[in-house]
């Protein structure tokens, strides 16, 4: 998995180091740069086995609260539109709008809420192992 991700930090320096008539038009924003999720959890270390790179585009009907359920992979995204609220079991609280990051609990139950008359439109990468599920839901 540190292969993988060396491997793609030197390949984006590479593309942000290319040289063109238009560079000053290319702008980069960082969403989100961090070692701990949403919540202030600290982050696991990687797990061994053949790294399994996953990306969802996730939209959440209106008014629908997703199952109590956890994620054992690392995973973090972005709303593309509409507004999301995140609900751990211990009851933290996160509200999402359109272009927020979110970098997911890992290996803790939660749920996610639209409450709004709108579609939730959200992106997740989840980086994790080949074979290992990205999401678990509690039964």
Do not use: Q
């Amino acid at each position: 998995m540190k292969k993988l991700f060396i491997l793609f930090c030197f390949a984006l320096m590479c593309l942000i180091g290319c040289k063109s008539n238009k560079i000053t038009d290319i702008e980069v924003t960082t969403l989100v740069k961090t070692t701990a999720s949403w919540n202030g959890a600290k982050l696991p270390k990687y797990l061994d086995g053949d790294p399994e790179i996953t990306i969802l585009k996730i939209i959440i009907p209106p008014k629908t609260k997703l199952p109590l359920h956890k994620h054992p992979e690392i995973n973090a995204g972005v709303v593309l539109k509409g507004e999301l609220t995140v609900i751990s079991e211990a009851n933290d609280t996160l509200h999402l709008k359109a272009g927020e990051p979110i970098v997911e609990l890992v290996d803790t139950w939660h749920f996610g809420r639209n409450d709004a008359n709108e579609p939730v439109e959200i992106i997740v990468f989840y980086a994790g192992v080949k074979g290992t599920p990205i999401t678990i839901l509690k039964k």
